[in-house]
C-alpha cells in the first residue's frame, strides 16, 4: 500500500540528526520550557510545568464542543 505524505516528513531518518540539532543539544537556550503543543500551520505553544502543559492541551486540542 502507497501513502502519500508530505515531502518533508520523509526528507531525513529520524535517528540521524543533522549538523543543526546536535549543535544545539551541545548548547541549549537558557529557556526552561520542556513540553509543547503543535497548533497546526507551524505554530506551536511551549510550558515549563506539566500542569500548565495539560491547559496548553485543553485548550487547543480538546476544544469542548
Known amino acids: 500500500q502507497i ?7 520523509l526528507s531525513a531518518p529520524i535517528a540521524n540528526p543533522g549538523e543543526a540539532a546536535l549543535r544545539a543539544a551541545l548548547a541549549p537556550t537558557d529557556d526552561r520550557d520542556l513540553y509543547f503543543v503543535a497548533r497546526g500551520e507551524g505554530r506551536s505553544v511551549f510550558a515549563p510545568t506539566l500542569e500548565l502543559h495539560r491547559r496548553n492541551v485543553q485548550q487547543y486540542l480538546r476544544r469542548a464542543p
Not at 501513502?3 to 516528513?9: T, V, Y
Open 3 to 9: 501513502i502519500d505524505h508530505p515531502p518533508s516528513a
